[in-house]
């Protein structure tokens, strides 16, 4: 409740928030509420792909013939990147091979984007493939990060930080102790809670979990590639069974039918053995860069996402520190021969997350930056997941010696 009478004299003053925001995380407003410890936070997520979703636009767009080429030129709203191709954040390395990138692949990473045009309806029978652009403006794009997303059953989030960062519920529904919120009223954060790191633990009732679940995820990527139920190992199914506990039949989830088949290896609860039980979230692999962006305008997610399954377990002949930078991200260019390596430091922009010990170095992503979480132990490789579990990763090198 003291919350909600607004801000504390001394963070208004700040440039803080002046008065009471329902959901603070917002992008929009970003800088004032989140952005007071996390600075440059907003202002790159506003810029990357889970805010623009310039990706599914040029891929519709294109395929209705509205755009003739391949460039991603469209947004969700205008953008400019003002402050050149550089990333705002990243190693030196990363910032070199990104800065290559872009000269390689112009189209692909612009400087700025105008907003998806409005269209009149009266001119879709004259021009039938304008009607793409309606279906991408209704369908396509109402999950990215400014707004809050279709608020059906599974698809309940805040918009901007709180996208990933405030739990809610498959129905949507509080089971917090704050009295002046509705409980059987849908649209609302679970508890007031923070979800992020294995620090950050959110309780709800007698249950208690850290990290960022997948579920959340999957609040949005529930189409377009369905990588999220993918990962979790259902598919869409016509039928409403198999029934529950009580021989009703399954309620719909992202507005849809589900069948388990089997979910990802990595996010299945049995794992090898010396590893404990329980599956790797979203957030374990994902990086920072590759979710909050780093200040450019990615036009696909070949250019946001910094990560090949290379780099944590290498290949039969190299171990992931005897790979070169740009490994399986070479599209036909050539690429240094030189290791990548390891390190034992971490750039500033990931001093909020849990810090690990960097043990014998920390591994790099093909890009260049650490992956923080995965480390070189001995003749090991360690992932610490943000659910408080750390697994032993598969190393194929390694694996094919003790073969032999």
């Known amino acids: 409740m003291v919350a909600h009478k607004g801000a504390p004299a001394a963070l208004t003053e700040a440039d803080g928030p002046h008065m009471f925001y329902p959901d603070p995380g917002s992008i929009f407003i970003g800088e004032r509420a989140c952005g007071q410890c996390h600075a440059g936070y907003a202002e790159r997520l506003k810029k990357s792909l889970m805010n623009t979703e310039a990706g599914k636009l040029q891929g519709n767009l294109w395929s209705w013939g509205v755009q003739k080429d391949r460039k991603a030129v469209w947004a969700n709203y205008d953008l400019k990147d003002e402050d050149g191709p550089e990333p705002a954040v990243g190693t030196d390395a990363y910032k070199e091979y990104m800065l290559a990138y872009v000269k390689a692949h112009p189209d692909q990473m612009p400087s700025e984007m105008r907003q998806v045009p409005d269209v009149d309806i009266n001119d879709i029978p004259k021009h039938p493939n304008k009607a793409g652009i309606t279906y991408s403006r209704q369908q396509c794009q109402r999950c990215h990060v400014g707004v809050s997303g279709r608020e059906k059953r599974g698809d309940f989030r805040g918009t901007g930080c709180s996208s990933c960062h405030v739990p809610y519920s498959n129905e949507g529904l509080y089971e917090g102790g704050d009295p002046t919120i509705h409980k059987e009223q849908p649209g609302h954060l679970l508890v007031h ?13 007698d249950i208690e979990y850290p990290g960022i679940p997948t579920e959340t995820c999957v609040t ?6 369905r990588i999220g139920v993918s990962y979790q190992g259902i ?7 198999p029934y529950d506990a009580k021989g009703k039949k399954q309620p719909k989830l992202h507005s849809k039918k589900y069948l388990f088949i089997k979910d990802d290896l990595h996010h299945q609860v049995e794992s090898r053995d010396g590893n404990p039980r329980g599956g790797l979230l979203c957030q374990d692999c994902h990086t920072s860069i590759g979710m909050h962006g ?3 305008l990615p036009g696909t997610t ?4 910094e990560v090949e399954c290379e780099d944590c377990h290498g290949t039969v002949k190299k171990f992931p520190w005897e790979l070169p930078l740009g490994y399986e991200e070479e599209h036909q260019q050539p690429i240094s021969k030189k290791a990548r390596g390891l390190t034992d430091e971490l750039p500033d922009f990931m001093a909020f997350a849990t810090q690990y010990e960097p043990e014998d170095g920390y591994l790099l992503s093909t890009r260049g930056n650490p992956l923080g979480n995965v480390v070189k132990k001995g003749s ?3 992932l610490h997941s943000a659910s ?8 194929l090198k390694q694996l094919k010696q003790e073969n032999n």
């Open 294 to 296: 780093d200040g450019n």
């Open 220 to 225: 949005c990527h529930n189409r377009g590639k």
């Open 235 to 241: 598919m869409e199914f016509p039928y409403g069974s």
């Open 388 to 395: 408080g579990l750390d697994f032993d990763v598969p190393v």
């Open 193 to 205: 809670r923070m979800q992020g790191t294995r620090k950050s633990k959110v309780k709800v009732n």
């Open 380 to 382: 090991k490789v360690v």
């Open 302 to 305: 070949l250019a946001q996402v």
